[in-house]
């Protein structure tokens, strides 16, 4: 909070139906939404920190997932490959082509490592409203047939796990965990739909129509 204040920013999750703090912090299998607490990070642990702030009248969201100490070859894997899957989401953005391209080329790319993708979380519009009714799938489905369109802004956030791609809700209505227990990652920008492209509008200077750092 300091530090959005510090920049003239304000943490948009911060009271957002209620949510209480501001940001999300999702450890090994927590999925999405984690509100952070005293919970010492241990060596070995994954961490998903999910920032989203509110400036010059317009939102901002991005996340990333974190190695703590010495990782296991299986969690680091996991990490690499969620990432890949974010670009190659974005690389699938293309003016008059159907979102559903995005979910095709993210979950084409997780199923090669046999991972699961989760269905119940999304990416969203955002811009004036922190999320607005775009939807943006993470796996194939043809009926998400909106057209993408120069101008649009949404985000790409992709779930990954290694196993179910299923998940449980904790009791304070917020924390999604995934329903085996196994470790997931994310990764999140908001992109900006160009007339030849896409622009991603998170990724600072430099990351307009980015190619995969794997390429």
Not at 109 to 135: C, P, S, W
Request: charged share 20%.
């Amino acid at each position: 909070m300091r530090q959005c204040g510090e920049r003239g920013a304000y943490p948009s999750p911060l009271n957002y139906n209620h949510f209480p703090k501001s940001v999300c912090t999702s450890v090994n299998e927590i999925i999405c939404h984690g509100i952070p607490d005293s919970r010492p990070l241990q060596d070995g642990d994954i961490v998903n920190l999910d920032v989203t702030t509110y400036s010059g009248g317009v939102h901002g969201d991005t996340n990333g997932t974190f190695l703590v100490g010495e990782v296991d070859p299986d969690s680091r894997r996991l990490v690499q490959v969620t990432e890949e899957c974010m670009w190659k989401g974005i690389e699938a953005v293309h003016a008059g082509r159907p979102v559903s391209d995005i979910g095709r080329a993210i979950e084409d790319h997780a199923k090669k490592f046999h991972y699961g993708v989760v269905r119940a979380f999304i990416g969203h519009g955002i811009g004036e409203q922190f999320h607005t009714d775009l939807q943006i799938l993470h796996y194939y489905d043809a009926r998400a047939s909106d057209i993408m369109r120069p101008g649009m802004t949404f985000t790409i956030e992709p779930m990954i796990t290694m196993g179910s791609w299923r998940h449980v809700m904790w009791p304070d209505g917020w924390t999604a965990a995934t329903s085996d227990g196994r470790r997931t990652a994310q990764f999140e920008h908001t992109v900006l739909v160009t007339d030849d492209g896409v622009d991603v509008l998170t990724g600072g200077e430099g990351a307009v129509s980015p190619k995969a750092p794997w390429a």
